[in-house]
């Protein structure tokens, strides 16, 4: 299979990236003050979505630490970490609409 055929280098590749993006995830989701599981799912969910919108045979995307910041204020201003994770698929939506 294809797939397969790069699995002993693709491998390590991942692990070390992983090691790299989980502290980070869940660096960025506790100093926003959000739950620890959505930095997890937020890294997860965006190295599919990158891995699979991506051009390229060889990347590497992940979160951006500056973000923590302008996280933790969006969800002090709506109020709860929910009101804020509506308006980011809101805007999330907004986008896919106007291309």
């Keep these: 299979m294809q797939i397969f055929k790069h699995l002993n280098k693709d491998l ?7 090691f ?3 502290p980070l995830c869940l660096g960025i989701a506790l100093a926003s003050g959000a739950p620890l599981i959505s930095g997890i799912i937020a890294g997860v969910v965006g190295g ?3 891995g699979m919108l991506s051009g390229s ?19 002090d201003q709506l109020g ?6 509506l308006s980011v698929v809101i805007a999330g939506v907004i986008q896919l609409i106007m291309g």
């Design 12 to 18: 390590p590749a991942s692990l070390v990236v992983l």
């Design 48 to 50: 599919i979505v990158v």
């Design 20 to 22: 790299v993006a989980v």
């Design 57 to 75: 045979s060889l990347g590497v995307s992940g979160p951006a630490a500056g973000l923590a910041v302008i996280v933790l204020n969006a969800i």
């Design 80 to 85: 709860a970490f929910d009101i804020f994770l």
